[in-house]
């Protein structure tokens, strides 16, 4: 049951969103939600709404091969398909990990069979850099990694990874094709600034006429597909170019530590200067937390430090984020958009669980009074935003509660997933699960993105699922579209390299001269397949000075991290070691990809450290 409770934090929010609409009063109720009582589910309901989840998903991968098939998405209304993100049949590759995760490994298997035979990505179309990287990179680089793991099964022959060699000179299996595809996007991040152009064709390039203007999300938010194809292959240039655009936005940031939504890549400046924590900005800060987690280094935990307690200080009213001028910190927009869902799981993942959970019960509570999340809810009004009325399908909130339930063990956010999976369920038409037009009446859209399958679908069952057979929580890191990428990804590649040699990670936490646990026989299998034998990736010169300067509390900041937002605790990040670590966010000894002395050297790097 979901109560609506207003705490002093919620009236005191009411009253700056008032005054920034003048005499204007907020209507009543705010949105606090307080989880009053959570009914505690056995075993066997929980495998029912895991089981209810898959049942979802099947039905939307079904009508989506059968009425859509190889085009891109799926229109479920007209029982067709539409070519709308680049003609390569992406809602296949988009979705293969899901197929892996819930053991369906029949028809995972074709799908990986399929596309090395028929996939290319030599056509002349014009795609989003960012789209094509976190939905089609990203999913052939975690089928690659799920289909190489022999110890899952998922395939009936061993992954040989010669399949897709075009001339003998190339990398096999789906990593021919994950190799393929950025480089025919990394002409976008030839310029001055290093931020890349949003859109590029995969046959001539960027456009001559393409705009100059670009999102932070879509800029900053390259590094963990970028990254781990250069940990694959060997071949820097790919996670340098993302770190490069990455790095670029954030020396742009305001005196504040805040960055705007969208920038001039050519000039720098700031065309769209509303600075917050979803739409046009929300994966930045996933991205650089997620990075420093599975690529190492101190710069990206520093970035997220202080755009994180920047956030806090400045864009949270009561358990709602807003938007604020990056400059003056003006509120600009008092709204709550669908994408904000992702940050009280981000919240759980750093340890902040009191902050998390707040901004959770006020999520939900939204969600149950609408029945879906709009793309747009504003605070002051207390109603759906004019022109963003829809709900696309989106997994944000879904992400949050899985998060939740796995940081806190409450049945809470069980009871709430149910109350998701209900919603779903009552979008499911002959053809497929349509999105909302307008949530208020229910309006259905032609239109079955993607991410359906590939996040909302995935994090339901995640949620559900007691047995992690295949996902085994700890090991692994979701990116922004929920691809599953293995957090000893570089410990596996690096074995394999030195031949049983030296332990341990490049790029981050502490070398490895013989440390670490011994792999089993199975992950040794697992990790001759990932890869071909790599050179190390040659490290950046702030890299190679920190390394030198490894145990020098006054070495200088790889990143600028000064700005001027007060300090707050990191809680999670630099405490000591704690239910965080056996909960398995940040991984074990064995399994994660940076330790504790790594993420106390990052915060004392930044200037602004706790």
């Given at each position: ?7 002093a ?14 005499a ?52 479920p ?5 539409a ?81 897709g ?40 390039g ?35 170019a ?24 050519r000039?720098?400046?700031?065309t ?5 924590v ?77 902050l ?19 793309e ?19 997994p ?142 040659a ?7 920190e ?34 670590h ?29």
């Open positions: 049951a979901v109560a609506f409770a207003p705490d934090a919620d009236r005191r929010a009411a009253q700056l969103l008032a005054q920034f609409h003048g204007r009063a907020m209507r009543l109720p705010i949105l606090a939600a307080v989880l009053t009582t959570a009914s505690a589910l056995s075993r066997s309901e929980r495998r029912g709404l895991r089981d209810e989840a898959a049942a979802l998903f099947t039905h939307g991968f079904d009508s989506y091969m059968e009425h859509a098939f190889p085009a891109d998405t799926l229109k209304l007209s029982c067709a398909g070519d709308d993100w680049g003609s390569m049949s992406l809602t296949l590759l988009d979705t293969m990990d899901t197929l892996a995760l819930m053991g369906n490994a029949t028809e995972f298997e074709r799908a990986v069979d399929w596309c090395l035979e028929h996939c290319s990505f030599d056509t002349d179309q014009t795609v989003s850099v960012f789209e094509t990287n976190i939905r089609a990179l990203g999913g052939l680089l975690s089928a690659h990694v799920l289909a190489a793991d022999a110890s899952l099964g998922l395939l009936s022959r061993p992954y040989d990874l010669l399949d060699y075009v001339d003998g000179d190339g990398f096999g299996g789906l990593l021919a094709l994950a190799v393929d595809l950025p480089d025919r996007l990394l002409p976008a991040f030839d310029t001055l600034s290093g931020i890349p152009f949003g859109s590029i064709n995969l046959v001539s960027v456009d001559p006429s393409e705009t100059p203007l670009t999102c932070t999300a879509a800029a900053g938010s390259l590094l963990l597909e970028f990254g781990a194809l250069s940990r694959l292959t060997g071949e820097p240039k790919y996670e340098e993302a770190r490069k655009a990455a790095l670029a936005l954030w020396q742009r940031r305001s005196s504040r530590d805040l960055l705007g939504a969208h920038v001039n890549l000039t720098g400046a700031w769209q200067a509303d600075a917050g979803g739409r046009g900005i929300d994966s930045f800060y996933e991205y650089m937390l997620k990075a420093h987690m599975l690529l190492g280094g101190d710069e990206y935990l520093a970035v997220f430090h202080d755009a994180y307690h920047a956030a806090l200080k400045q864009l949270k009213h009561g358990s709602w984020y807003v938007d604020v001028h990056m400059s003056t910190g003006q509120v600009t927009w008092p709204l709550f958009n669908s994408l904000q869902g992702f940050w009280p799981g981000l919240q759980m993942m750093i340890g902040e669980f009191e998390g959970i707040d901004t959770l019960r006020a999520h939900h509570a939204l969600w149950k009074r609408l029945g879906f999340h709009p747009g809810f504003n605070l002051a009004s207390m109603g759906i935003q004019p022109g963003q009325k829809g709900y696309p399908l989106r944000e909130h879904v992400e949050s509660l899985f998060y939740a339930h796995r940081a806190t063990k409450q049945d809470a956010w069980l009871d709430a997933g149910k109350d998701v999976l209900r919603a779903l369920q009552s979008l499911r038409v002959p053809c497929g699960v349509a999105a909302l037009s307008d949530v208020s009446n229910r309006t259905m859209e032609d239109n079955m993105e993607s991410f359906f399958l590939s996040e909302t679908t995935k994090y339901l069952w995640l949620l559900f699922d007691d047995d992690d057979a295949v996902y085994r929580h700890g090991e692994y890191l979701f990116t922004t579209e929920a691809h599953p990428l293995p957090l000893d990804l570089l410990r596996r590649i690096e074995r394999r390299r030195a031949h049983g040699g030296a332990d341990g990670y490049r790029g981050g936490g502490e070398a490895a001269a013989g440390g670490g646990a011994e792999l089993s026989e199975e992950e040794a299998e697992a990790a001759a397949q990932l890869g071909p034998d790599i050179e190390p990736i490290a950046s010169p702030a890299a190679e000075e390394a030198e300067e490894a145990d020098d509390d006054d070495a200088a900041p790889p990143v600028d991290a000064g700005g001027g937002a007060a300090p707050a605790r990191l809680a999670g990040v630099c405490s000591v070691k704690s239910v965080k056996s909960i398995g966010f940040f991984g074990s000894d064995r399994f994660g990809a940076n330790t504790q002395r790594d993420a106390e050297r990052a915060l004392r790097s930044s200037e602004l450290g706790a």
